[in-house]
């Protein structure tokens, strides 16, 4: 019955008890027990834009988690011969969805490769073929896919002319097709062209002709999570320093605000800059990741340390913490069992709405080639691809990989916002 | 105030002071840097001149020195404007820095007034209207503004002035004003480059600054005196913006402390995506390529810029809010 009374909270829309929970006396009082953090469940769950958020970000965590197994290729997979291909448009034959195959050849103006459908070598979309091997969860070794392609015998109903069902994202109209010289095509020099077996680039190829949608998958297990830990290192050390900071005061507290005011009075991103073109470039990915994250929170541990230290200053001269002392709690007890419980969500909150901004700096970090680096995956990694304009003009895909990113910081500014309502309990 | 203005003086020659050791040594301590394949190159071409050119960039630079000797050399040398070479470039730091410093400084300060001169209407007119369509629409438009990255915005911007409307991109005069003098016609031309990193600073800037203003002024609205405006009779948009505005004003003040920093990293990151001669795309090659002296100088410059933008932003709200008083804390 308790349990009800936590879990009912969304449908009550106006914050008073549940009906049922009134029905009788016993109720009443066990609606009193809910605890704090039930409060600010029932507080936070009335906000519907944070609960999709929420619901958005457990997703795409979700997603992360299966990347490789819902990649139709494996992320490094290169293919010079389907370098910039197209978004592949998807045709319905057979009574199946299916993929036509692409003949590759050299625009000698654009200096650009062209593809042509050649749907008389279509394959059907295979849904938990074998393809590419990944690790999953660094535990199974898998070959299974989600979905993809297989080589085998060509569909028949492919060999007369088909119209597309779905473009995925639209193949683009030229963009530089007005400053194209026009040539008859018999005057166009004629190259020699690469007959493909049909591939599934749902939002396209890059250069080395690797799937966008699997880099993209693949990226999100970098670009997720390495805000996430970012901000838990930024948190254990801005845990540290800002309750000691505020709990022992004096010169401690001195040497630590006057450190804090000293990091902060370097811009951000051109500090992270500066550390992270110190850092070693020979190391493994996974050494980079880790130094990336501790690139982010030494800088991102100030803020938390502020805030901490404000909440611990504030809790010093309060009684409960007075009759602790008296009954004989050790400093760290009182800290540990008693202040950061206290701070605990007004903390949560500050680390939530750290997470966007530590993602956007390892995108931007990457971006700019002083983050992950290749063969490492990340969205940052990816939109390096995007930087040369000419490039993103005529292969407008390459952008693709900013959505996931918008999406995600957009999301936790959401959820960041609803939690910060909820814990106040003065919020109406 | 003079006793705080010498305190907070003080305070900032000692942080500019310890940034430096900083920056320098972060900057410095990598092995393999610009000016060691510059020696290897000089070796390599062999010769007596060759040979005397790395004896003097030796004992200028302090190579064989210890890492406080080094900085010594190179601090005692900056204070009189000498930051050293670039030897990527081949030219000293001096020359390199302060023509883009200034540009980044005139960038920076044009996106923050124009970020207040539309932050505060906006989030005037948002808390006034609140729980309106324009209130809604504004909101969503703050959440973009945070939310995209701001190399991403310049690129997409980029995209669409070469693409709809059809400008030459990349640089900051079309090439037929390349080399011309200052007339009105370059300016025009200059106004129709310029526009693009104006517009993604001014998104990032005026996205969060709308929305303290919107909170504040909320908060202000809510309190009895406003009341009491009202009902001495006082017109609507004079109790709104005599009475409550002014009131609501100095947290946007206080938040230059968070609004500067990201102009100052928002501007690096556009000028790179837009390859401007500000410092951003010098700041970072310097970086990659370890062009240390260059590298320091940036970092410092940029710190320096952040501490007097911070200096100022106090002055400012003991200006705007005479409850701050100066002299205490």
Redesign the interface.
Known sequence: MTSMVHATAPGSSSGQVNPEARSDANDEARSAEISQWGLIWRRFSRNRLSVWALRTLLLMYGLAVFAPFLAPYGADRIDTNHSYAEPTRIVFLDGQLAVCALEQSLDPFLLKYRYVDDCSRARPIEFLPKGDPYWLFGLFKLEVHLFGITPGEPLKGGAVPVTPVATPTGAPAD?LASFRVQQPDSVAPKLDTVKNPPKIYLLGADQQGRDVLSRILVGSQVSLTVGLVGVFLSLTIGSVMGATSGYVGGAWDNVIQRTI??I????????W???A????RTTTIVQRYFLITLVLSLVGWTGLARELRGKVMAYRSLDYIAAARLAGSSDLRIILAHMLPNAASHIIVVATLAV?YSI?GE??LS????GMLPPAVSWGVL?KD??Q?DS??IH?WM?IP?LP??LT??CY??LGDGLRDAVDPYSS | MATFLIRRFAAMVF?VA??SV??FV??E??PGSALDSKIAQLRQSGGEISAEQIRALEDRYGLNDPIHVKYTKWISRAVTGDFGQSFTMDQPVSTLIWTRLGFSIGLSLFALIFSWGISIPVGVYSATHRYTLPDYVIQVLQ??G???????FA??L??FS??VLGQE??TLFSREYQNEPMSLAKMVDFAKHIWIPIVVLIAGGTASLTRIMRANLLDVLGQQYVQTARAKGLHERRVIWRHAVRNALHPLVMALGTTL??L???E??IS??LNLPTTGPL??RA??Q?DMYL?VT??LM??I???VG?LLADLLLAWVDPRVRLDES
């Not at chain 1, 902060?264 to 500090?271: A, D, K, N």
């Open positions: 963009p005011e000293i902060r009075s370097v811009p951000t991103l051109p500090l800059a500066a550390i073109a110190a850092l070693p966007p956007l995108t931007t971006f700019l080639g002083l939109l995007a930087q304009l993103v003009l407008p952008l900013a990113v918008v910081v957009a500014f959401l | 942080a310890l940034i900083l920056s972060l900057i301590l990598p959440f973009l945070v939310a995209i990255p701001q190399f991403l690129l997409v980029l995209i070469a693409t991109v990349g920093p990201t100052i990293s928002g690096v990151v790179i995506v700041y970072i970086l990659i370890k590298g940036f970092l940029l710190s810029l952040l501490i911070n």
